[in-house]
């Protein structure tokens, strides 16, 4: 066992007390009221990156801030790796599917559950620890050090772009690590090449000035909810494809010796099926489930309100009724042309007799990764370190949009090296992060850092 | 200006003062937590009733409790009168879309805003009001009168039937009168000789076991609130006819001397458009609106909840989707087999991967007048002598489920005389009656009384 491993293991309770204070406050993004939560949450970890031994700085935005910690201590020719994560987490309604409140983090078989355990907050921390660790252990890092914490990417990463792009020379980096994706599955490590990218809006269909007795009206004057229900409705074809005009433009298909890595994975249907307790699996006819998950768009219905929806019965025809839609999209799709796609059908199909309203609430591009260099092979060698076993390299169907930022910005790779595992709530009920793959976690960025610093000061002294 | 006028005339005040306090009750009977006030409000009639001059009692059901009132001291060949009214109310939400508080009656432009207001306390105290009246100025009534006020209107009258049934002999009467319905226009008295019935469901979709990421499950798991769009999308084809097989199989269709009256009402489709304020109205192609309104059946949504529907974005894959839907009915459509044919319909049209849930929240038949008799002429005279001119003959969208009930059960006729107006927002926020009409409906009501005591008794001596 290396020293830093011993450090890690010998400081473990402290780590994990100190998460569950990090978990315990309520940094929900979406919601206004929960502003001055994310204020405290960005000061709590500057305060992490201060007493660990980096440099912080609580960067405003207008929305909630960004979080920077610098260490520059490390040898001419070293490179400097940026370490990203989000401090803000998703709303947790509906709250009575909790079986442990949100912010309360508790343990149970071996899972830490807590909103923001996994997503983001858990493999944040995975990343102090290991710089604390690398500090305590040897009083430097091996690589020069960026820590961006942000406190928006459940809300889309607002403000993440403009500031990236402000601050590109102090940000200057030779690579880009992100943990905040899944393994593929328990005990296999993996490296995500691929991510979707998110067109999110909300579509208001507004018929009469006031709800209406469905009686005394019903039948004469159209109803919102079922003409939202309609519209909904011709969004895909009979076969699951999407019949938005003009939606698979941009769509490059993944390359075959992709598509025949994935199909060696260790997947069944009936598995996701058992997890999720479902009977039967649907969307786009001729596609695997993985292809369906990791290299087609979607379009999705992620919520609907209209009417009455209490207890009983109430006969009223609603004066408006409301979806949230968002679909994900596979390169070279745009967030922003696909939005515009998307209102532009919705006002096509939408019935005379209500209007409608499409708000772009929003987006982020879809990427693929370039599979080589010394981040990727150190993040190969890391994780093999850490789980005994080569990581696997697979896709996902989430989103990251701000991967594709730090590439085209500050134009360094990025590796992907999530400690999430399938089933993990990440943005549902009973949100979990394995407590096993949090150490684990830590030894594999400890190593990281060691083996990215290795390989690119050859590479560039080469 | 007859005495019983004049007495209206005089205790004006107190009247609506009473009234007042009878909306104030917040008597919602398809919300549980307000059982008890309820049960207060069901008091608060039996103490007026009592008051005024008439014996009361109040019948528990499984549900909210009957309130019966009788005056049994005309002389002998004087007909038995049924006044039909019901102290419950819709619920209020949306609340903020109230200007004045529901339960705060308040007087705004010659219209007194409460729910309640016209559906149906306010229409219920007309009759009260006038029965005191009588009582007041000449100590007696012109007929024998019972009174029944149900607290289960808004949720399906689920008691009435059976309590009408056990009760027949104690309730036998030769009319019934119901003051529950709209006029077809300001100044324009209006005998309702049609309602539509109603057979009402509520759709539970279910899928994943819990709401899922909608990046890392979307386009492999099935959607329900997508499922439950599609779903609702198939209840009508392109030109707004019901495509649920079956569902017309038992429609009467209306006379052509009907249909032809219907045309010649003062009723455009622009004053529809411009009271509700939309742009366009929509519904089954090849009828009139008012033909749509009063003499078709129907299927609406009347509310829809899924996923996340607050501030913001999330990005779900909802586990479940939520539709209340409601059909009205036309004779002799039944709303028992309707339900059953909404059902297998829903059943027949859902993907795999979701499983489907219909509760069947309540139904009520349709129901058309035959339009002879002492009680209708009555009716005619009463409204003549009250607004100054002839009733016309309507028809309405609504339901009142219990005038067949009553027709079927007591074998008595049913007169629809009622003060309500369009765009009383009834089921709806700011519910109001105008304050004019409670005061003609008193004298319509008083006169009611004496006509049909006149001329019944003369009928029973022919």
């Given at each position: ?78 490179p ?94 030779d ?198 260099g010394p981040?990727?092979d ?76 290795r390989r690119a000061s050859i590479t560039s002294h080469q």
């Open positions: 066992m290396s020293a830093l491993q011993q450090w890690l293991a010998a400081h473990d309770a402290r780590a994990f007390a100190d998460l569950d204070a990090f978990l315990r406050l309520p940094s929900i993004s979406a919601r206004s009221e929960h502003a001055g939560d994310c204020a405290r949450t960005a000061q709590f970890v500057a305060d992490t990156l201060t007493r660990i031994g980096l440099t912080a700085r609580i960067e405003p935005t207008p929305g909630h801030p960004i979080v920077v910690g610098e260490w520059r201590g490390a040898p001419a020719g070293a400097t790796l940026l370490i990203y994560g989000h401090y803000d987490v998703q709303p947790v309604e509906p709250l009575e599917l909790w079986t442990s409140p949100p912010f309360e983090p508790t343990v149970r078989d071996g899972k830490l559950f807590a909103r923001g355990a996994v997503d983001d907050k858990g493999q944040l921390w995975i990343h102090l620890m290991a710089l604390e660790a690398h500090l305590a252990v040897h009083g430097r890092l091996p690589i020069n050090v960026i820590v961006l914490a942000e406190g928006e990417e459940e809300v889309g990463s607002a403000h993440l772009e403009e500031f990236l792009a402000r601050e590109r020379e102090r940000l200057a980096c690579a880009v690590v992100i943990s905040d994706s899944t393994m593929f599955a328990p005990g296999i490590p993996s490296i995500l090449s691929s991510l979707r990218g998110l067109a999110y809006v909300q579509i208001d269909v507004r018929g009469p000035a006031g709800d209406l007795h469905s009686g005394m009206y019903g039948g004469a004057v159209v109803n919102p909810a079922m003409a939202l229900a309609r519209i909904l409705a011709t969004l895909h074809d009979a076969d699951g494809r999407i019949a938005i005009p003009g939606f698979y433009d941009t769509v490059r298909t993944f390359p075959d010796h992709v598509r025949a890595a994935m199909r060696e994975l260790p997947f069944s249907d009936a598995g996701l099926m058992h997890e999720v307790q479902v009977d039967a699996l649907g969307g786009e006819a001729g596609y695997t489930t993985l292809e369906k998950l990791w290299t087609r768009p979607t379009c999705e219905v992620n919520g609907l309100l209209s009417g009455y929806t209490g207890e009983g019965a109430k006969t009223v025809l609603p004066a408006t009724a409301m979806a949230k839609v968002s679909c994900r999209l596979v390169p070279d799709q745009d967030p922003v042309v696909i939005a515009q796609l998307l209102e532009a059908h919705v006002r096509r199909v939408a019935p005379p007799g209500v209007s409608i309203t499409v708000t772009h609430l929003h987006g982020g591009r879809p990427w693929r990764a370039d599979l080589q981040i990727i150190a993040g190969r060698a890391a994780l093999a370190a850490a789980f005994g076993r080569e990581p696997v390299i697979t896709g996902e169907g989430g989103s990251i949009p701000v991967v594709g930022d730090f590439e085209r910005i500050l134009g360094a790779p990025v590796l992907l090296m999530g400690f999430g595992l399938p089933g993990e709530n990440a943005h549902a009920p009973d949100e979990w992060i394995a407590v096993d793959n949090v150490r684990r976690g830590m030894h594999a960025a400890a190593v990281l850092y060691e083996e990215y610093g």
